[in-house]
């Protein structure tokens, strides 16, 4: 047994740089509705799937459109949609503030309440209440 020593050669490598994680994905488009066109979920406002709610707000966004929508087509009148916006708007930008501010290393935050990421902002519950009873089987309507 002869034992062979041989030097292996790396070609030069540049040096490796370390970069802070940067995440983003928490926007928000500046109107959510102009015209004929209607922004909900993630085409109005994105989410950092951290706080995996982008689902959530996005179906809270449509069920709470629909219905300004539907207020508009029987009376004529837009601000409803307004409305809408007008209260959503503060809860949607106060959420990504959290999700920046928790993915830029700042932990000790407070969580958002459950009952608002699973029931929606209070200030919309009974249009989220109303919407969901169409799917209610017809003996508990």
């Known amino acids: 047994n ?3 020593s041989a030097t292996a050669t790396r070609s030069p490598r540049p040096p490796c740089r370390r970069r802070p994680t940067c995440w983003s994905g928490a926007w ?3 109107r959510w509705a102009q015209d004929n066109l209607v922004l909900v979920g993630d085409s109005a406002h994105g989410l950092h ?11 809270q966004d449509a069920v709470c459109t629909a219905v300004a929508l539907d207020k508009k087509l029987r009376s004529g009148d837009d601000s409803a949609l307004r409305d809408f916006h007008a209260v959503r708007r503060p809860f949607i930008e106060a959420f ?3 999700q ?3 993915a ?4 000790d935050l407070p969580l958002l309440d459950l009952d608002t990421l699973a029931l929606g902002q209070p ?3 009974d249009e989220l209440n109303a919407a969901a009873a169409v799917f209610a089987p017809a003996a508990a309507r």
């Open 28 to 30: 928000s488009a500046t």
């Open 2 to 4: 002869t034992s062979t």
């Open 49 to 59: 799937a951290m706080g995996g709610q982008g689902l959530n707000t996005s179906l």
């Open 123 to 125: 200030e919309l519950r």
């Open 100 to 102: 920046r501010r928790r």
């Open 104 to 107: 830029s290393g700042q932990h």
């Open 96 to 98: 990504q503030d959290q």
